[in-house]
């Protein structure tokens, strides 16, 4: 049975950093292609970082990069997301997505605010 569950979200000023968790069972995290996604309140869910099942290719979306960084750890069969420099705008739910079995977390709140 696959299953993700995201953590590590918080409150945290402009300018800080969070590292989100995406704990991963029922598949290996290093054979998949695996993103990370935000939704804010009254928008759309948006794709924020995806890394590519083969050769660890990365992509984000414009407005984070430089800040936020895709990763995964294979012996803890986890994927994280490294944001720094937070800004205002980053507040969402953020959310853990598996694209082969088209699978989501529960999502973890990230809020950005002085």
């Known amino acids: 049975q696959v299953q993700l569950v995201e953590s590590g979200g918080g409150l945290v000023q402009p300018g800080g950093s969070l590292r989100l968790s995406c704990a991963v069972s029922?598949?290996?995290?290093?054979?998949?292609?695996m993103s990370w996604y935000r939704q804010a309140p009254g928008k759309e869910r948006e794709l924020v970082a995806h890394a590519s099942s083969v050769g660890g290719d990365t992509d984000y979306v414009d407005s984070v990069k430089g800040r936020f960084t895709i990763s995964r750890d294979r012996a803890k069969n986890t994927v994280y997301l490294q944001m720094n420099n937070l800004k205002p705008e980053d507040t969402a739910v953020y959310y853990c997505?598996?694209?082969?079995?088209?699978?989501w977390g529960q999502g973890t709140q990230v809020t950005v605010s002085s």
């Open positions: 997505y598996a694209v082969v079995y088209n699978s």
């Open positions: 029922g598949f290996s995290v290093s054979s998949q292609a």
